[in-house]
C-alpha cells in the first residue's frame, strides 16, 4: 500500500510540474501577444505568472526587466535582468542592461565587471565598447580607455565621431600624448594586419585574389 501510494503521488507532482511548466509559456506567449495593445498592469500581470508558474523561464524575466525599466521600477527592472544571467550566464545583452544600470548610478567598479562579462558573451559590440572606455577614461586608465575608443573608430562604429573626440582630449593631458599616439599606431597596425591575415585566408579557401595582389591598372602592359 505504502509503495503505491508513494508512486501516485510522485506521479501526481510530476504532472503537476508538467502542467505548471505548460501555464507558464501560455503566459508568457500572452503577454508576447498583449504588447503595445494592453495596460502595464495586464501585460506585467502575463510575465509575472508565466516566472510563478515556470520559475526558469528566462525569456519571461527578460520580459520583465523591459517592463520594469519602462515603468521606472529601475529595482524590479535588474533583478529581473539579473535572474536572467543567474539563469543563463552566457546572456550579454543582460548583462549589458544591469551593466547600464550601475554606470548610470555611478557605481563603476560593479558595471565594469557586467560590461565585462557581457563582452565576453556577446563580443563585438559597440555599445559595451563605449561605456567600458567610460569608464576607463573616468578612473583616469588611460590606455585601456584608448583600446576600447579605437575598438569603435577601427570598427567604424556610429560612434567613432565621439570616441575620436575623446581620444584626442586624453592626449591633451600631461604626459599622456605620447602612450596615446603609440597605442592608435600599434592598434591600426594591427587592424591592417588583420585584414591583411583575412584576405589570404580568404583566397587559400576560395581563390578570391587578395586586393594587396591586384597590379595597378596599366602595370604589366607594353
Known sequence: MIFIFLAALIHFYINRATINLHYGKVFYRLGLECQNKCSFDEQLSYFQKAVFYDPNLINAYYQLGIIYGRNGQHKEEIESYKKVVQLDHTNGEAYFKVGLHYFQDGELDYALRYFLQS?????????????????????????????????????????????????????????????????????????????LWEQIDRYIRTDQVPEFMHKPDGEGHD
Open 119 to 195: 563582452n565576453r558573451y556577446k563580443p563585438n559590440s559597440p555599445d559595451t565598447y563605449y561605456y567600458m572606455a567610460h569608464i576607463y577614461d573616468r578612473q583616469e586608465m588611460y590606455k585601456e580607455a584608448v583600446f576600447q575608443y579605437m575598438r569603435l573608430v577601427l570598427g567604424e562604429s556610429h560612434l567613432s565621431a565621439d570616441a575620436c573626440e575623446r581620444i584626442w582630449h586624453i592626449s591633451k593631458i600631461p604626459g599622456q600624448y605620447g602612450m596615446v599616439w603609440d597605442e592608435v599606431y600599434q592598434l591600426h597596425a594591427r587592424e591592417e594586419q588583420r585584414k
